[in-house]
């Protein structure tokens, strides 16, 4: 009775995770329909419990426009009651980028746009899974060099 106590007040205190900022965007690939980017982002993890994200749906609005989706390319762990610079994977759509007014990585690490993040996060803390909602818009922390949509 008590571990079942324990266990649902455990389940009841969990808190969302924090995206932060946007510390760096590097351009992995680029062809004529896709460009394949890492994105380095702080999340704070409020909890108690570690959190691994292990899957995203999360789709990346730049200049209000959608410009691509946010994945997760191996899971990501963040340790409990801590920021961890996480590497994500971006899949942009070059017509999309281009229709957003996105002609270089400048133009997505300026300090007055924000990056905003809509979707779902599947993770894990402790023995638990939960689809985490990510609806957030989040300051570049840095301004990287430009490379040329």
Same mark, same amino acid.
């Given at each position: 009775m008590c #571990?079942?106590?324990?266990? $649902?007040? @455990?389940?009841?205190?969990? =808190? =969302?995770?924090e995206f932060v900022s946007v510390n760096s965007v590097e351009i992995k690939e $680029?062809? $004529?329909?896709?460009i394949t980017a890492a994105m380095n982002v702080t999340v704070h993890n409020p909890n108690r419990h570690n959190i691994i994200i292990e899957s995203a749906d999360v789709d990346v609005i730049i200049k209000e426009a959608k410009a691509g989706k946010l994945m997760v390319g191996k899971p990501i762990q963040i340790q409990a009651r801590a920021d961890a610079d996480c590497n994500f994977v971006v899949r942009l759509s070059t017509r999309e980028a281009i229709k957003a007014g996105i002609r270089s990585i400048n133009d997505v690490m %300026? +300090? @007055?746009? %924000?990056? &905003?993040l809509r979707g779902t996060v599947d993770g894990r803390y402790g023995m638990f *899974? *939960? &689809? #985490? &909602?990510?609806d957030t %818009?989040? +300051?570049p922390k840095t301004k990287n060099s430009g490379t040329t949509i």
């Amino acid at each position: 009775m008590c #571990l079942m106590a324990l266990l $649902l007040q @455990s389940c009841m205190s969990f =808190e =969302e995770p924090e995206f932060v900022s946007v510390n760096s965007v590097e351009i992995k690939e $680029l062809t $004529l329909q896709q460009i394949t980017a890492a994105m380095n982002v702080t999340v704070h993890n409020p909890n108690r419990h570690n959190i691994i994200i292990e899957s995203a749906d999360v789709d990346v609005i730049i200049k209000e426009a959608k410009a691509g989706k946010l994945m997760v390319g191996k899971p990501i762990q963040i340790q409990a009651r801590a920021d961890a610079d996480c590497n994500f994977v971006v899949r942009l759509s070059t017509r999309e980028a281009i229709k957003a007014g996105i002609r270089s990585i400048n133009d997505v690490m %300026a +300090k @007055s746009n %924000a990056v &905003k993040l809509r979707g779902t996060v599947d993770g894990r803390y402790g023995m638990f *899974r *939960r &689809k #985490l &909602k990510i609806d957030t %818009a989040i +300051k570049p922390k840095t301004k990287n060099s430009g490379t040329t949509i």
